[in-house]
């Protein structure tokens, strides 16, 4: 066999990365060029889904919930049908992307999410998930002791409000409408949204108050 056919004559861009991947990596490289292969989308539209997700972040989310507290109107379009009011934002999710419900959390009623299985997550409006949101110690205890996963983010519920923990799954994921603090009327919607933290819009905290925020 000559040096050309043993595949010295010629460079295999990609082959060297491909190499360093890990298996889940590797799954999903198969996964894309499966679907590129069978028409189903192209390499350029799974790259702009990519840099898409990429691109979110908490802000995201934290827009979202600002104009909530802001706009009672649209605050009840973002509960009824999320993928619609989003919309309203320019957060055009694909019809492809899991299911999203929004959950305001009450006086009283405070809702926590979760993923028991692995780390579903509503990336499009918060971006990648925190390491201890896909961690085994969150995932097993925050279903069976909630309040004391709060308490060690600082946050201690008291005992008459009624605690839900919401297991998101690979077709409903789930984001937390925080209670809006006290003491903020008058603050624009700018200022709002600077409030508002990834953790709260998963549950295990509050938004920051007026006076924390200043500080």
């Not at 390499?43 to 908490?58: D, F, H, K, M």
């Not at 009824?80 to 959390?105: K, M």
């Amino acid at each position: 066999m000559s040096a050309e056919q043993e595949g010295h004559g010629h460079e295999h861009p990609g082959m060297a990365e491909d190499a360093e991947l890990g298996p889940i990596a590797r799954r999903a490289r198969a996964i894309e060029a499966l679907l590129v292969e069978k028409g189903i989308c192209t390499a350029g539209e799974i790259q702009r889904a990519v840099e898409i997700n990429e691109s979110r972040s908490p802000a995201d989310g934290a827009r979202v919930v600002a104009r909530a507290w802001m706009d009672p109107v649209f605050k009840a379009r973002l509960l009824a049908d999320p993928r619609a009011a989003l919309s309203e934002l320019g957060y055009a999710l694909p019809e492809t992307t899991p299911q999203l419900a929004v959950v305001e959390n009450t006086p009283g009623v405070h809702n926590l999410v979760v993923c028991t299985l692995c780390s579903c997550y509503p990336r499009a409006l918060l971006g990648t998930p925190p390491d201890w949101y896909k961690s085994l110690a969150y995932r097993s205890r925050a279903v069976v002791d909630p309040r004391g996963v709060m308490r060690e983010f600082g946050l201690d519920i008291a005992e008459d409000v009624e605690v839900r923990v919401l297991d998101s799954t690979a077709d409903l994921r789930y984001l937390v409408l925080p209670q809006r603090p006290p003491g903020t009327d008058g603050m624009s919607e700018e200022e709002l949204a600077k409030l508002v933290s990834r953790d709260s819009m998963i549950g295990v905290t509050n938004p920051r108050s007026p006076e924390i925020a200043r500080a």
